[in-house]
């Protein structure tokens, strides 16, 4: 069975503890000049992770990632002029 995972966006004033937040899940992408990381972590326990991420003192702010919760099914609606385009062989 597959662990669903949530990626937790962590803002840091400084990069310097960004190997730190390794043992909290898989470091995904480490910014430099924006200065944030991205952990993936099992979404069951991402709220308790990310309430002790924020109690770092080197932490500015921690966002979710929504991306588990999005609909990822797309329907192409065709414009009914090129449509019509299509069937004259143009």
């Known amino acids: 069975m597959e662990e669903k995972r949530q990626g937790l966006i ?9 190997k730190m937040l390794r043992k909290f ?5 480490v910014s430099k000049r924006l200065k944030y990381v991205v952990v993936y972590c099992n979404m069951d326990e991402a709220e308790k992770i990310a309430a002790k991420i924020r109690s770092y ?4 702010q921690v966002d979710p990632s929504y991306k588990p919760f999005l609909k990822m099914e797309f329907e192409s609606k065709l414009d009914k002029a090129k449509e019509y385009d299509y069937k004259a062989g143009i």
């Open 25 to 29: 899940g898989n470091v995904h992408y």
């Open 10 to 18: 962590v803002w840091l004033h400084s990069l310097k503890q960004a």
């Open 57 to 60: 003192s080197f932490v500015k």
